[in-house]
């Protein structure tokens, strides 16, 4: 459940629209009138998210602001503002306030803010647990394994987590990348400052520099005021830079720079400013084929690889299979609320024998079809989805019907035939008449090879999100996943 805390002296509006946005039993708001309970509530129960008037009867919102990132700085406060200009709330997020809001608020855009807060709030505060031995069932967030090789990256947390140095941890797409960044910061000397994670395949290129250093007033088109960035805002704690490898090469220049000298400049700014954060990254590329493809600078390589944690795919940990299955049944037995005790040994031996392209993810998603399906105590092959190099599941996406380039149906699409076809037709859009049919295709069977998740769709072609949203759109392919896979456990 997630907790809120409004400190307003508005004791109308701006509450109910808070109930409104975040309402029970997944939520509880709690509502204060002045600083000085506001920092009395926090003291005797720290919520997950503050909202904060700037005006208080009994002073100013920035020195509440101080007092509680003094109680706890984990904490991601929100400042709520009747000033357009928010000169005020800017410099408040100068010194580490997650983000602010206009009044009048708008319900849309504070579900948008509250809601992020929330998932930080959760990922820097859920633990992450280090299991060498036998499973627990009752643990969420954890790391299991006997392999060797997951006794080794227990270890290297260990070792690194105290050193304040820069960490690349690698491995493909769903092995628990970020778990293992998580586990480095709350086991390290900044885990009571605050950790965010930043996923640089998510963000538009033209966008990128100014999330990550901010921008001034009028720096470009639609900047009609100074934003902070996360190196700024998150000065003195943890920024996770996931999928580093799809980091445009000029903004590599500026993350070396900021490494080795923690300077910057906001975009559009000619003041160097200072940041203290210690910086985690994270890819499944092979960021030493790119360094020699020239995709990725080798100085920033050689910066960001001080020290390494690679992570095994899931196919060479074939002694660990077992607990994650046993696990993952308990727990997501609880959340969908199944009545599954016991794995049957076939059903296990099933599972052991699959080569597990997704990794973790994939087999979360396998385990939560097979308990949708399963009837009884016992999980039993017939529950199991089809396991293959691609998984049948429920339809993930359902394009418009295709032109045929030819009178017959094409079961094998040879470009060579189709562009000989349409030369020989009377039109001038060869180009871009090729280019869409093959990228219906290509798409169509990236997002079936990746369940329909647009983000391991893009890394597997090459291209951002945004361009793959934006091609997706243009052809008019729409995308329904068939549930919810949670990206982040490991």
Not at 54 to 64: C, E, F, I, M, Q
Not at 94 to 106: C, R, T, V, W
Request: proline share 6%; charged share 25%.
């Amino acid at each position: 459940m997630g907790r809120v805390l409004l400190i307003d002296d508005d004791v109308g509006v701006i509450p109910e629209q808070v109930r409104t946005a975040f309402p029970g039993p997944d939520h509880a708001v709690e509502v204060v009138d002045t600083g000085s309970h506001g920092i009395a509530s926090v003291r005797a129960a720290p919520p997950d998210v503050i909202l904060l008037d700037l005006r208080l009867p009994d002073g100013s919102g920035l020195a509440v602001f101080e007092e509680i990132r003094g109680i706890d700085a984990r904490i991601p406060v929100i400042f709520v503002t009747t000033a357009k200009s928010a000169d005020t709330a800017i410099e408040a997020m100068k010194q580490g306030a997650f983000d602010y809001l206009h009044k009048p608020l708008e319900l849309q855009e504070l579900q948008r803010v509250v809601g992020e807060a929330l998932d930080v709030a959760r990922r820097m505060r859920s633990p992450v647990h280090l299991v060498p031995g036998e499973r627990d069932g009752e643990l969420d967030n954890a790391m299991f394994g006997t392999d060797p090789r997951m006794l080794e990256i227990y270890k290297a947390i260990g070792r690194v987590a105290a050193q304040d140095v820069t960490v690349l941890i690698t491995g493909e797409s769903g092995t628990g990348k970020e778990l293992v960044a998580r586990a480095i910061y709350q086991h390290g000397g900044r885990a009571q400052a605050p950790f965010f994670a930043l996923n640089c395949a998510a963000i538009p290129d033209h966008l990128f520099e100014s999330e990550l250093f901010g921008h001034e007033k009028g720096a470009f088109t639609g900047a009609d005021r100074r934003r902070i960035g996360k190196f700024e805002q998150y000065s003195g704690g943890t920024v996770l830079l996931d999928e580093i490898g799809d980091l445009p090469l000029p903004l590599q220049a500026k993350i070396l720079r900021l490494l080795q000298e923690q300077t910057f400049e906001r975009v559009g700014g000619t003041e160097t400013l200072r940041s203290d954060v210690r910086v985690l990254a994270a890819t499944h590329r092979d960021l030493r084929a790119w360094v020699a493809e020239g995709k990725f600078r080798s100085d920033l390589y050689y910066r960001l690889s001080i020290f390494t944690i690679h992570l095994p795919p899931l196919r060479d940990r074939g002694r660990d299979i077992e607990q994650l299955v046993l696990h993952y049944v308990a727990r997501f037995s609880r959340e969908l609320k199944r009545e599954i005790r016991e794995v049957d040994p076939e059903t296990l031996e099933r599972l052991r024998a699959y080569a597990w392209p997704g990794n973790i993810r994939e087999l979360q998603s396998v385990i939560k079809q097979a308990l949708l399906r399963a009837s009884g105590t016992v999980l039993l092959p017939a529950f199991l989805p089809e396991l293959g190099s691609d998984p049948p599941v429920a339809p993930v996406i359902a394009p418009p019907a295709l032109p045929a380039p030819a009178a017959a149906p094409i079961q094998v699409f040879d470009v060579d035939a189709f562009i000989r076809d349409q030369l020989t037709r009377d039109t001038h859009d060869v180009y871009a008449g090729t280019h869409r049919h093959v990228d219906r295709l290509l798409l169509v069977r990236a997002l079936e090879r990746t369940d329909g998740n647009q983000r391991e769709a893009a890394h597997l072609l090459g291209i951002s999100r945004q361009t793959m949203r934006t091609k997706l759109r243009a052809l008019g392919l729409t995308i329904s996943p068939a549930f919810e896979i949670d990206d982040e456990s490991a």
